[in-house]
């Protein structure tokens, strides 16, 4: 007589607990697919500093919103090629005397800094050349970069998964066996140029180097845009048929 063991669920059927690994019924692959572009630049970030100094506080207030005010007034001349204008900081300071026993003024510092992104390089020679002739106003930049959104991304991301395949494939190839299912992509990050500082164009006005004729306008600066590189790296995981070895 067999011994009674217990209830038992005949309709249950086994299962085969998930591995994070290949076996030798289904082996597994894994690759890395990588892609570097290098793609022109999209926008171009100049900052602007408009100085103003002088004893009485009052009017080197004035002197200094008139000067910010010029400064602004040729930015947004330029109409769509501005993609972004801001104010990043104002300061008015006041120097005390070195020798003075008491609180007394020396002079006051006024300073304004402006950022600008364009997307059009030949207004941005024009603007800078212009900004650069105002009166105790410096030019620094350009910076070049891309936008966040750019397809230089997704074509780069692109291109890496393309490469992880054609990879994964190669490999199976030289097993003489090929792949079944792919079980994990991973996105080991994609980089780009975005806060890359090229070598930067300094530019101060006429006060600071000699003055040119008046009725002599500069002619615009001529900047080359700096190519940015954009680079893709992902992992992935795939199945394949068992090889004879």
Known sequence: MTPDTGPT?????????????????????????????????????ITITVTARGKDRRQTLTDLTHRNARA?????????????????????????????????????????????????????????????????????????????????????????VREAVQRAREYADALDTTLTALVELADTGTEGTHAQVPQSTR??????????????????LDLEPQRQHVHAQVVARFTMAPPRL
């Open 72 to 160: 602004l007034e040729l930015v947004k001349a330029h109409g769509d090629a501005v993609e972004h204008l801001e104010t990043s900081a104002l300061t008015i300071t006041p120097e005390l005397s070195r020798h003075s026993r008491g609180e007394r003024t020396r002079t006051h510092h006024g300073l304004v800094h402006i950022t600008a992104e364009l997307n059009d390089f030949t207004a941005l020679g024009e603007l800078t050349t212009a900004l650069a002739d105002l009166d105790l106003t410096r030019v620094d930049g350009p910076w070049w970069t891309l936008r966040p959104d750019s397809p230089a991304h997704r074509t780069a991301r692109q291109q890496a």
């Open 203 to 220: 530019a101060r006005s006429r006060a600071v180097y000699a003055a040119a004729p008046a009725d002599d306008e500069p002619a615009p």
């Open 9 to 45: 669920d005949r309709h249950t059927p086994a299962t085969t607990p998930a591995v994070p690994y290949g076996t030798p019924a289904t082996p597994r692959i894994a690759v890395r697919g990588e892609a570097h572009l290098e793609v022109d630049p999209e926008i171009a970030r």
